[in-house]
Nanobody, 126 residues
Framework: QVQLQESGPGLVKPSQTLSLTCTVSGASIRTETYFWNWLRQPPGKVLEWMGVISGSGSAWYSPHIKNRLSIAMDTSKNQVTLQLLAETPKETAVYYC??????????????????WGQGTQVTVSS
């Protein structure tokens, strides 16, 4: 049973880097048939796909934020990490990691994912 849990600071200042960790249990993040996604939902807005990293280590990003986003893996801890340059308070959202067994780049449909983390609230504010 794959389980995911997001963690990281709940408050980030504008212009600083938002760093989050998705801890995976029940499967190795290096499994080539798994895809590890990051999504977010700002208050009052729809779910937004941010990016994905495959079990082989290839990463793909939303063109809207690709220049400010980095997704990587820490294989020693079986964790997927996200780093986002949080330019403005508009980056405030609930951030999720989610697993899929297919490459579904840019999908914001919840049913396209097999397992979700509970989400973590991140507020960008000075």
């Amino acid at each position: 049973q794959v389980q995911l849990q997001e963690s990281g600071p709940g408050l980030v200042k504008p212009s600083q880097t938002l760093s989050l960790t998705c801890t995976v249990s029940g499967a190795s993040i290096r499994t080539e048939t798994y895809f590890w996604n990051w999504l977010r939902q700002p208050p009052g807005k729809v779910l937004e796909w941010m990016g994905v990293i495959s079990g082989s280590g290839s990463a793909w990003y939303s063109p809207h934020i690709k220049n400010r986003l980095s997704i990587a893996m820490d294989t020693s801890k079986n964790q997927v990490t996200l780093q986002l340059l949080a330019e403005t308070p508009k980056e405030t959202a609930v951030y999720y990691c989610a697993e899929a067994k297919a490459f579904i780049m840019s999908s914001s449909t919840k049913d396209d994912y097999d397992t979700w983390g509970q989400g973590t609230q991140v507020t960008v504010s000075s």
